[in-house]
């Protein structure tokens, strides 16, 4: 059995078979306080002194047959060359388990993916409703400039989970295959049907994010602006329209300094209060974790 299921599913599940052995396996500094056994590529033994800890790699353990009643391995499965031969480990040392990938936007959308193994992406995975079964694509870059800092976006969970994370939960079999890089939507309405075929070649136009926020920019800087039509000059430049009704910015050095300190006061900014999120909750973690 191969299901669609959440994280909140998985500490229901634990919970109510507080007998069941558990491994986590990828499972960095801070894994399941759930586990009974952690495992990673590389040596976390300093994060689990009072746990059993194995280095190793996920798709070839030292694990016995079936020596776990449940594995866990979140963001693990895109970052294995050979998917297969993970998935049949997964399998081979345990009667079930969950999987959790993040989704081919948020992939692209988090800097830090594009780096090199084992610490980068190598697939898209995601899963397919229709007939139960975790599809494998070769990870494509469509948008060039991520525009989510990897220190720490788990403070968008709580509002983005689902368009963020896929999760997945097996029993006895994993059902997967690994795709070609064809991608394709029908929308059902007069237009035709999109195909776009990467086997041999990468996408030629990728999307950059930042566009939209200089475009958001000038429009705020115009609208700011009590006669734009006229062309007078806003906070960040003058607005002219050709005569095709497309409008011409117009920018001199001093605009171009201004819209460069405009953007380091937002980066700025939203840093903090990214910042001042993540203490408060590891605050309310660790208070919690106290009490009990």
């Known amino acids: 059995m191969t299901k669609r299921r959440t994280r909140n599913y998985v500490h229901k599940l634990l919970e109510d078979n507080p007998d069941w052995n558990v491994l986590d396996t990828g499972c960095g500094s801070d894994g399941f306080l759930r586990a009974n056994v952690y495992a990673d590529i590389t040596d976390q033994s300093d994060a689990y002194k009072d746990k059993r800890f194995v280095q190793t790699p996920a798709d070839d353990t030292p694990f016995e047959d079936k020596e776990f009643d449940f594995v866990i391995a979140t963001h693990v499965a895109e ?13 081979r040392i345990s009667k079930r388990g969950y999987i959790e990938v993040p989704t081919p ?23 397919n409703d229709d007939e139960e079964y975790i599809d494998f694509k070769p990870r494509q870059k469509i948008l060039s400039n991520p525009f989510l800092e990897a220190i720490d976006t788990t403070f968008l969970v709580p509002f983005f989970g689902d368009q963020m994370v896929t999760g997945i939960y097996w029993e006895n079999e994993i059902r997967a295959k690994v795709s070609r890089p064809i991608f394709s939507y029908n929308a059902g309405d007069s237009s035709p049907e999109i195909i776009l075929n990467y086997q041999d070649s990468k996408p030629p136009v990728v999307w950059t994010p930042i ?29 002219t329209f050709h005569e095709d009704g497309q409008p011409l910015y117009n920018f001199s050095e001093d605009n171009l300094l ?21 203490a408060n909750r590891r ?5 919690r974790q106290n009490k009990e």
Do not use: C
């Open 211 to 239: 566009i939209n926020m200089v475009d958001y920019l000038i429009n705020i800087g115009v609208e700011n602006n009590p006669n734009p039509e006229k062309g007078q000059s806003s906070a960040f430049g003058s607005r």
């Open 105 to 127: 936007f948020f992939d692209n959308a988090a800097s830090g993916n594009d780096n090199p193994p084992p610490h980068g992406h190598l697939w898209w995975v995601t899963f």
């Open 283 to 287: 605050y309310e973690a660790q208070s």
């Open 79 to 91: 970052h294995v060359p050979d998917p297969v031969k993970f998935l049949a480990e997964l399998v």
């Open 258 to 278: 201004r819209i460069g300190k405009w953007f380091a006061s937002v980066a700025l900014q939203s840093r903090k209060e990214v910042t001042i999120q993540m």
